[in-house]
């Protein structure tokens, strides 16, 4: 199970932090990513971040403004939103793969589990 929060309404140029946290079955860890879908467009990739948080992936117009990190003894993952845009407005999801996704990380086909979303408003 994910559940994300930290969304919320926001100027642009403000920032958010989202947070997902993951309910595991057994001992492993997850390759995590964060999706983002406006309203009438496809769900895009955001970023992904590997097992043990040692890489991570962003989409080319976030990677500058946006922070994915994971936190494994807590069982959440963070995505720190710097600059928004207008355009970043969405639901923002977070998911879950088995494997170790590299450069397919946002192939959201390849996930397995999916939260609920948390939605961000940037005015």
């Known amino acids: 199970q994910l559940v994300e929060s930290g969304g919320g309404s926001v100027q642009a140029g403000g920032s958010l932090r989202l947070s997902c946290a993951v309910s595991?079955?057994?001992?492993?860890?997850?390759?995590m990513g964060w999706f983002r879908q406006a309203p009438g467009n496809e769900r895009e990739g955001v970023a992904g971040?590997?097992?043990?948080?040692?890489?991570?992936y962003y989409a080319d117009s976030m990677k500058d403004r946006f922070t994915v990190t994971r936190d494994n003894a807590k069982n959440t993952v963070y995505l720190q939103t710097n600059t928004l845009k207008p355009e970043g407005t969405g639901m923002y999801y977070c998911?879950?793969?088995?494997?170790?996704?590299?450069?397919?990380?946002?192939?959201?086909?390849?996930?397995?589990?999916w939260g609920q979303g948390t939605q961000v408003t940037v005015s």
């Open positions: 998911a879950a793969a088995f494997s170790f996704l590299g450069g397919r990380w946002s192939e959201s086909n390849l996930y397995s589990y």
């Open positions: 595991k079955n057994g001992d492993g860890n997850y390759w």
């Open positions: 971040i590997s097992l043990g948080g040692g890489r991570t």
